[in-house]
């Protein structure tokens, strides 16, 4: 059974950096195109970032293009956010997820996605 664990969030002041980590158990992650998401308070589930089977493709929400970046690491089963020039609206639990579908591409819909770590919160301070 695969077992997604994010970490790495915390407090962090406007402007600067976090880098979150999702390790997976159980299961390689290395054929599947793996997915972050977040959700602020009283908000939908929304789409951060994606990246495909092998790292070459990553596609970005517009709120975080040219902020974030995503990477994964085939040897240790993980995959990275990391966050640069944060703002308090990126304030949210932050999850990853694998996505059910193969191919060249990342996915963006929650849907396309079947395996959801346990979330790690995000807070930014103005």
């Known amino acids: 059974q695969l077992q997604l664990v994010e970490s790495g969030g915390g407090l962090a002041q406007a402007g600067g950096s976090l880098r979150l980590s999702c390790a997976a158990s159980?299961?390689?992650?290395?054929?599947?195109?793996m997915g972050w998401f977040r959700q602020a308070p009283g908000k939908d589930r929304e789409f951060v970032g994606c990246i495909n089977w092998n790292g070459a493709n990553t596609s970005y929400a517009d709120s975080v293009k040219g902020r974030f970046t995503i990477s994964r690491d085939h040897a240790k089963n993980t995959v990275y956010l990391q966050m640069n020039s944060l703002k308090p609206e990126d304030t949210a639990v932050y999850y990853c997820?694998?996505?059910?579908?193969?191919?060249?591409?990342?996915?963006?819909?929650?849907?396309?996605?079947?395996?959801w770590g346990q979330g790690t919160q995000v807070t930014v301070s103005s």
């Open positions: 159980g299961r390689t992650l290395n054929v599947h195109s």
């Open positions: 997820a694998k996505s059910r579908l193969y191919g060249r591409m990342c996915y963006w819909a929650i849907g396309d996605y079947d395996y």
